[in-house]
């Protein structure tokens, strides 16, 4: 296929069509015979110019005549799409001043003469400066660190081995959303163990930096052993539905300070800290070997009746149970057996406690029994995880009798002493009451 293209538009150089002014005519060849007379006439006329021939050009060629891409539009960005909160960075907070403390001079400058009553004392200053940094009785100043203060009180209970943790408030938090403000709440961990099972956690307080809580959190099982080994651990965290909780700032108090019976009050300055560095060396990874301090504790009292001459057994509560399940948690139950088996009678069970490591059961069983067989008698008490079609989890048991050892063979003795009394004690789980591990195939 052709087409015709059409003619040249006409060159500025060459004179207009109905110029006056001649063409110049082209000379004659040399072997054609003109007379001077006819080449002096036809220089006198007029040359017509020729009708321009139709030029053929290819279909390719056509369409790339006058071909213009235009001026190129940039590509539109996904960030132009999603604004963002901040068109400008955020300015952050001054960094803290650190107080730069003189050098002591141990009497050089008066030639070594008090060399002895000046290094005693820089002594005393420093354990001054010890005992008040123990203490954790901060001053007032909010400017000391911008991420906030936490006030709270700690009661420790020796008779009901209860630990009272009251959160009152907290001043100046940083800001963590957007609008300015936080939603914070306080969570706790006891150290070393730290895991869902010593896990306590206040409320969330919505849009404030400066939150009151006033809520008391409990911590059952704790014994004066652990009041000389624990410490506690307070996270003020800020709640975020739609992502990731953000952490703001912690305190630790070690258990030690406190007295038994006397309630401290404390008021100390958050600071930022590897929130997850104790807890990811102390928790326990999930399907992995229990050890004995990770089963967790169980209340039990005893009290022999006389008057209907049987044996009372409460199973008020447990506390700090290891977690059997996928999400961290259990079902937990317990069974008692009184030994040797004295059929169906001697057998009980207590409730199902769903999705809880501190499950409270409350719950009173009789074995009648007279009182002089007490002592050849064995008390078998186990913890289970409950589990539908499947075999439950063993997490822990104990043994009260009379080949029992230590506190659990002072709570068996001080039941058949002080008869029509109950007796109340906390006890550790450990593998006594596990079942036999089925022979590898």
């Known amino acids: 296929?052709?087409?015709?293209?059409?003619?040249?538009?006409?060159?500025?150089?060459?004179?207009?069509?109905?110029?006056?002014?001649?063409?110049?005519?082209?000379?004659?060849?040399?072997?054609?015979?003109?007379?001077?007379?006819?080449?002096?006439?036809?220089?006198?006329?007029?040359?017509p110019v020729p009708p321009p021939s139709p030029v053929k050009i290819s279909m390719q060629e056509h369409f790339a005549i006058n071909v213009c891409p235009g001026p190129i539009m940039p590509i539109?960005?996904?960030?132009?799409?999603?604004?963002?909160?901040?068109?400008?960075?955020?300015?952050?907070?001054?960094?803290r001043e650190k107080k730069i403390l003189k050098e002591p001079d141990f009497g050089l400058n008066n030639g070594g003469e008090n060399y002895g009553e000046n290094k005693e004392k820089e002594r005393k200053l420093v354990e001054l400066?010890?005992?008040?940094?123990?203490?954790?009785?901060?001053?007032?100043?909010?400017d000391e660190t911008y991420l906030g203060t936490l006030e709270f009180t700690l009661l420790f209970d020796h008779e009901n081995n209860c630990?009272?943790?009251?959160?009152?408030?907290?001043?100046?938090?940083?800001?963590?959303?957007?609008?300015?403000?936080?939603?914070?709440?306080?969570?706790?961990?006891?150290l070393p163990g730290a895991s869902?099972?010593?896990?306590?956690?206040?409320?969330?307080?919505?849009?404030?930096?400066?939150?009151?809580?006033?809520?008391?959190?409990?911590y059952h099982g704790i014994t004066a052993a652990d009041m000389t080994t624990k410490t506690l651990r307070l996270c003020v965290c800020d709640m975020d539905r739609l992502g990731r909780n953000e952490f703001i700032g912690e305190v630790r108090v070690a258990l030690k300070k406190l007295s038994e019976g006397?309630?401290?009050?404390?008021?100390?300055?958050?600071?930022?800290?590897?929130?997850?560095?104790?807890?990811?060396?102390?928790?326990?990874?999930?399907?992995?070997?229990?050890?004995?301090?990770?089963?967790?504790?169980?209340?039990?009292?005893?009290?022999?009746?006389?008057?209907?001459?049987?044996?009372?057994?409460?199973?008020?509560?447990?506390?700090?149970?290891?977690?059997?399940?996928?999400?961290?948690?259990?079902?937990?139950?317990?069974k008692i057996v009184l030994q040797p088996d004295m059929g169906k009678k001697s057998k009980y069970k207590t409730t199902v406690k769903k999705k809880t490591l501190n499950p409270e059961f409350n719950e009173e069983f009789m074995y009648e029994v007279p009182h002089e067989q007490l002592a050849k008698k064995t008390?078998?008490?186990?913890?289970?995880?409950?589990?539908?079609?499947?075999?439950?989890?063993?997490?822990?048991?104990?043994?009260?009798?009379?080949?029992?050892?230590?506190?659990?063979?002072?709570?068996?003795?001080?039941?058949?002493?002080?008869?029509?009394?109950?007796?109340?004690?906390?006890?550790?789980?450990?593998?006594?009451g596990a079942p036999p591990e089925a022979p590898a195939q």
């Not at 001077?36 to 006198?44: G, I, K, Q, V």
């Not at 068109?87 to 960094?95: A, G, I």
């Not at 001043?171 to 706790?188: E, F, I, Q, R, T």
Request: with cysteine; aromatic share 6%; proline share 9%.
């Open 76 to 95: 539109p960005q996904i960030s132009d799409f999603f604004p963002r909160f901040h068109d400008f960075p955020m300015t952050p907070p001054p960094p």
């Open 196 to 218: 869902k099972a010593n896990k306590l956690r206040t409320k969330t307080l919505k849009n404030t930096l400066n939150p009151v809580w006033n809520e008391t959190l409990m």
């Open 1 to 47: 296929m052709s087409v015709s293209k059409p003619p040249p538009p006409q060159s500025h150089f060459a004179p207009p069509p109905d110029s006056s002014t001649t063409l110049l005519a082209i000379p004659p060849s040399s072997s054609t015979p003109t007379s001077p007379s006819l080449s002096r006439a036809s220089s006198s006329l007029p040359r």
């Open 129 to 142: 400066d010890r005992e008040e940094g123990e203490d954790v009785l901060d001053s007032d100043d909010d």
């Open 262 to 334: 006397e309630s401290k009050k404390f008021k100390m300055g958050l600071e930022r800290m590897a929130q997850n560095k104790d807890i990811n060396k102390d928790t326990m990874e999930q399907g992995g070997p229990v050890t004995e301090e990770e089963r967790g504790r169980i209340l039990v009292s005893l009290c022999y009746s006389p008057e209907k001459s049987c044996l009372l057994v409460g199973i008020i509560r447990c506390a700090h149970l290891a977690a059997m399940d996928s999400n961290g948690y259990s079902d937990p139950f317990v």
């Open 379 to 432: 008390l078998e008490i186990s913890v289970w995880d409950y589990d539908l079609g499947m075999s439950n989890d063993f997490i822990g048991g104990i043994e009260l009798g009379i080949n029992a050892k230590g506190v659990r063979l002072k709570h068996w003795f001080e039941c058949l002493k002080h008869i029509g009394k109950k007796v109340e004690y906390w006890h550790t789980l450990t593998q006594q």
């Open 163 to 190: 630990l009272h943790c009251t959160i009152q408030k907290a001043k100046g938090l940083k800001a963590m959303d957007s609008n300015g403000l936080a939603d914070p709440y306080v969570k706790l961990h006891l």
